[in-house]
């Protein structure tokens, strides 16, 4: 059972950054693709940021440009470097990962992923 924890979060003004830390383990040597989610109150929950397990990543429209999602030494961390924060970014951030099948398939929809962190908050004020 892959375990995931995030760090990082915390208040930041407008225009600042922030850097989402996500350890992983308890992985397999299966293929996974792995994504940042957030909810903020009020909304459902949405795909900011997903990476595939060759390295091929996918962002929603929102942050493209702003955020950037990796992979440190393998799949032992994930993170997201955003910068250029806004007040629209304040949320929950979820750390998610799932089973792949083909290693060059990367998602933003919450459905497809199993493995789920318990998240990070974020908030940004203007």
């Known amino acids: 059972q892959v375990q995931l924890l995030e760090s990082g979060g915390g208040s930041v003004q407008a225009g600042g950054s922030l850097r989402l830390s996500c350890t992983v383990s308890?992985?397999?040597?299966?293929?996974?693709?792995m994504g940042w989610f957030r909810q903020a109150p009020g909304k459902e929950r949405e795909g900011v940021a997903s990476i595939a397990d060759d390295g091929g990543t996918t962002y929603a429209d929102s942050v493209k440009a702003r955020f950037t999602i990796s992979l440190y030494n393998g799949r032992d961390t994930l993170y997201l470097v955003m910068t250029g924060l806004k007040p629209e970014d304040t949320a929950m951030y979820y750390c998610?990962?799932?089973?792949?099948?083909?290693?060059?398939?990367?998602?933003?929809?919450?459905?497809?992923?199993?493995?789920w962190g318990r998240g990070t908050q974020v908030t940004v004020s203007s």
């Open positions: 308890r992985y397999t040597s299966t293929r996974y693709f």
């Open positions: 998610a990962a799932s089973y792949a099948r083909r290693s060059d398939l990367y998602s933003l929809i919450p459905n497809e992923y199993t493995f």
